[in-house]
């Protein structure tokens, strides 16, 4: 018995376990201490930059539960696992959905002005639950020396990320493009 399955849902299929499979490595790669490296001590938080370049090329459900599933996986290495990140990640990959579907342009300037405002937005409030809230001694401190440089370190992995999610669709879309179908045994 074959079955037909559209260009359009493969196409979707091979999109998605893509981006679970890049989602797995690079939270891995940003959540194994010392795999990646620290400039003068700041750290990359490389999900946020791939989380907002992967709900740039992805519809609105798609982008949030891309979005839990990150921030989940940065929860569970994290030495708070409360939700945060999963929560944070979820509701930038909404509205990054949500803007570049119904209002904004897919492009690298968009990604760098939706990143660079995520990225603040994120070290900000972290900094905010968990330094200040907490009575964490030098927390002002803290935020020149190590939130800031570290916002600047993940923002400089905007354009990598993007890039490489652009040409990966771009290349799909040659591949399987939407008229065909593609027939399975």
């Known amino acids: 018995m074959t079955r037909n399955i559209s260009n359009k849902k493969l196409n979707m299929y091979i999109r998605r376990v893509v981006f679970v499979l890049a989602i797995l490595l690079v939270s891995a790669i940003q959540n194994t201490p010392h795999l990646f490296p620290e400039i003068f001590g700041a750290h990359a938080f490389l999900l946020l930059p791939l989380i907002i370049s992967i ?32 929560l944070f990640l979820m509701i930038i990959a909404t509205i990054t959905g949500m803007l570049i579907n119904y209002l904004m342009r897919n492009n690298l300037s968009t990604a760098f002005l939706i990143s660079g405002i995520s990225i603040v937005i994120y070290i900000l409030l972290h900094w905010f639950f968990f330094v200040i809230c907490r009575g964490v001694e030098g927390g002002g401190l803290l935020l020149f020396t190590f939130y800031f440089p570290s916002a600047i370190y993940t923002f400089l992995f905007t354009p990598v990320f993007y890039i490489l999610i652009r040409s990966f669709m771009k290349k799909l879309k040659e591949k399987f493009p939407h008229k065909t179908q593609f027939t399975r045994l």
Request: no cysteine; charged share 15%.
């Open 55 to 86: 709900s740039m090329f992805e519809r609105d459900i798609a982008s949030t539960m891309l979005g839990i599933l990150a921030g989940s996986l940065w929860d569970v290495s994290s030495s708070w696992g409360d939700g945060f990140n999963a």
